[in-house]
């Protein structure tokens, strides 16, 4: 009964260093975001996909890329890791449209020094 | 410029009593509101919801109220366990879900 699952869950890079983080769900949903938590700033939204090869812009995608190659995979990478983006990051999914209950991952804690 | 607030970052209760939890919205244009629950060191979880056409949904001991024309939302855990002790986040939805920034919840047993 995985759900979302989120790899890493922890990382430390250092500025400039480049990383991807992978999202994977078993529950063939058509859509899946990646979100990430700052203090005081609740969730938000990076990156969405509405289908296998489809990617769009959320709130704050400066920094990210995403690409969504298979329907159960949706990856975040950072190309040149910056101290500002130290953060969780989570990844969802949700059956369609993005009212409908998000499923979350438990999260990657990511540090850039 | 958050359009999802939640005003109170913790709140405390006793075990028994009742929990509000308040949201408020900038944009008229939402249109599904949802509360989710998170544990430490885990991803949120859906907890429940309401559309912009209802007032009112109940589930258990949640419940969650919308007021459309003061742009406000509330939920209501009676009664309060220690096992709802966790961060609440409001959500609002149109074309993409906007949070608020979570209110944590502690319930004294």
């Known amino acids: 009964n995985a759900g979302v699952t989120q790899t890493p869950k922890f990382r430390v890079l250092k500025t400039g260093q480049s990383m991807t983080l992978l999202c994977a769900q078993d529950?063939?949903?058509?859509?899946m975001y990646w979100y990430r938590q700052d203090p005081g700033m609740g969730l938000r939204l990076i990156h969405y996909s509405v289908g296998e090869g489809t990617t769009a812009k959320g709130e704050v995608p400066d920094g990210y890329n995403v690409s969504r190659l298979k329907k159960q995979n949706f990856l975040l990478g950072l190309e040149s890791a910056a101290p500002s983006q130290t953060s969780v990051y989570f990844c969802?999914?949700?059956?369609?449209?993005?009212?409908?209950?998000?499923?979350f991952g438990d999260g990657t804690r990511l540090s850039i020094l | 410029d958050q359009q999802v607030k939640q005003n109170s970052p913790s709140l405390s209760v006793q075990e028994g009593r009742i929990s509000i939890l308040n949201c408020d919205y900038t944009n008229s244009m939402f249109d599904y509101f949802l509360w989710y629950k998170k544990y430490p060191a885990e991803g949120p979880t859906f907890l429940i919801s309401i559309s912009s056409i209802k007032d009112k949904n109940e589930d258990g001991r949640f419940t969650v109220f919308l007021n459309k024309s003061a742009k406000h939302l509330s939920l209501h855990i009676v009664p309060s366990q220690p096992g709802d002790s966790a961060v609440y986040f409001c959500?609002?939805?149109?074309?993409?879900?906007?949070f608020g920034a979570g209110t944590r919840l502690t319930v004294k047993p």
């Open positions: 529950m063939n949903h058509e859509y």
């Open positions: 969802a999914s949700s059956y369609n449209r993005p009212n409908q209950p998000q499923h």
């Open positions: 959500a609002a939805s149109n074309n993409d879900m906007r």
